[in-house]
C-alpha cells in the first residue's frame, strides 16, 4: 500500500511519496521490499495514487529477481477500497497474499505466519505487537486460547495493551473478494471492514516482540536512518 497523500510528513519529505523517503540512502521502499526478498523469491503488487510515477519509475518492473505490478488510485480510495482495486486489476495465483503497509516496518517471521494462517484456516490473519505509545495504535482485543481475534478496539489502545502492527495475510477467496467488492469503492481496512468482520468470521493473529516503525510523523521518520544503520555499513 503506497497510495497515501503522506501529510503528516510534508514537513520533512515533501517532493516524493512517503514510502520513497530516502533511509540510508535509497527509498525506505526498497528496504521494506528487500527484507522480503532475502527471505523468500515475491511477487509484489504496488497500490500507486499521490506522486505514483516515482515509485513506478525508480523500481520498474522488477527487483532483485522478484517482479513488481503496480495499480493506480485515479483518487484516494482509502486503504480497503486500494485494495479490492488490486484485486480487481490483478490476477493471484497463490492461496493467500499479504497486505503491507509502505511506510511502515515490521521485524517479524513471515513465513512462520503464513504457516500458521493455512494451518489455522483462517481467513485472515493480523500481525500484532505491544503499543508502545499512546492513543496511536488501533487495539484488538484477542484469544490466547484459540489464537482468535475476537474484536476489533473503536479507540486507540493504551500502551502495553495489544495493538493492530498493520500487515494482514489474507486467505485469497471468494468470500474476501466478494466482502470487500460490497464496501467498495471508498473504504478503510481498519474502521469499515475489520471490525464487522472479525465479529462473524475466523480471524487469525501472529504476534511478533520486534523491531515496528512507522515512518508517518517525522520524529519517526529520523528514527529510520538508524533502524537500517547496521544493513548499510555492511
Not at 209 to 227: E, Q, S, T
Request: with cysteine; aromatic share 12%.
Amino acid at each position: 500500500m503506497a497510495g497515501g497523500l503522506g501529510t503528516r510528513l510534508r514537513s520533512v519529505v515533501s517532493d516524493v511519496p512517503k514510502p520513497m523517503a530516502l533511509v540510508q540512502e535509497k527509498p525506505f521502499l526498497e528496504h521494506l521490499m528487500e527484507f522480503y526478498i532475502k527471505k523468500h523469491k515475491m511477487k509484489f503488487i504496488i497500490s500507486i495514487g499521490y506522486k505514483g510515477e516515482f515509485i513506478s519509475s525508480y523500481f520498474g518492473s522488477n527487483i532483485h529477481g522478484s517482479t513488481i505490478e503496480y495499480v493506480h488510485e485515479e483518487a484516494p480510495l482509502g486503504t480497503g477500497g486500494a485494495l479490492n482495486r488490486v484485486l480487481n486489476n490483478t490476477h493471484i495465483e497463490e492461496k493467500l497474499f499479504f497486505v503491507i503497509n509502505g511506510d511502515s516496518f515490521v521485524d517479524y517471521n513471515f513465513l512462520e505466519m503464513q504457516d500458521i494462517h493455512i494451518k489455522s484456516m483462517n481467513d485472515l490473519t493480523i500481525t500484532t505487537m505491544y503499543a508502545n505509545e499512546i492513543n496511536r495504535y488501533g487495539g484488538l482485543k484477542v484469544d490466547k486460547n484459540s489464537q482468535q481475534v475476537t474484536s476489533f478496539l473503536s479507540s486507540k489502545c493504551e500502551i502495553g495493551e495489544v495493538a493492530n502492527a498493520g500487515i494482514y495475510a489474507f486467505s485469497n477467496n471468494h468470500h474476501i473478494h466478494s466482502t470487500l467488492k460490497n464496501l467498495a469503492p471508498k473504504f478503510s481496512l481498519e474502521s469499515d471492514f475489520l471490525p464487522k468482520y472479525i465479529l462473524e468470521n475466523k480471524v487469525g493473529y501472529y504476534h511478533t516482540d520486534n523491531k515496528f516503525l512507522d515512518i508517518g510523523v517525522p520524529r519517526d521518520y529520523l528514527k529510520a536512518n538508524k533502524l537500517f544503520e547496521s544493513e548499510h555499513n555492511d
